[in-house]
């Protein structure tokens, strides 16, 4: 299983409603990609000091790698990850991408 972690920073005038619709983009790839898993978005909770500024993320699991791949090349993928871009401080300057193998 691949567990695609993606982390953010979110402009400061990007309401909750707009996240919330990003997330959903990104949930309903489920629907058109074979082998894309549940998706999980949230807000750093975590106490240490290491986030770099980076103020959410979201991951996303695939049965394999080539389900990833699939996703990543996939129409739907562009037009949801161009939202979440244009929703981001600095646009991809903002955006940390990190792939994990699981149960390798």
């Not at 996303?60 to 401080?89: C, K, N, W």
Request: overall charge negative; some cysteine.
């Amino acid at each position: 299983m691949i567990r695609h972690c993606v982390f953010v920073r979110f402009r400061n005038d990007v309401a909750d409603d707009e996240r919330a619709a990003i997330h959903a983009d990104l949930e309903a790839l489920r629907r058109v990609i074979d082998g894309m898993g549940k998706v999980e978005f949230s807000a750093n909770t975590s106490p240490e000091p290491f986030a770099r500024g980076f103020t959410h993320g979201f991951t996303i699991d695939f049965r394999d790698a080539a389900a990833r791949d699939a996703y990543l090349v996939h129409e739907a993928h562009s037009r949801a990850g161009a939202r979440l871009i244009a929703a981001l401080e600095g646009g991809t300057d903002r955006l940390m991408v990190f792939d994990l193998e699981i149960g390798a």
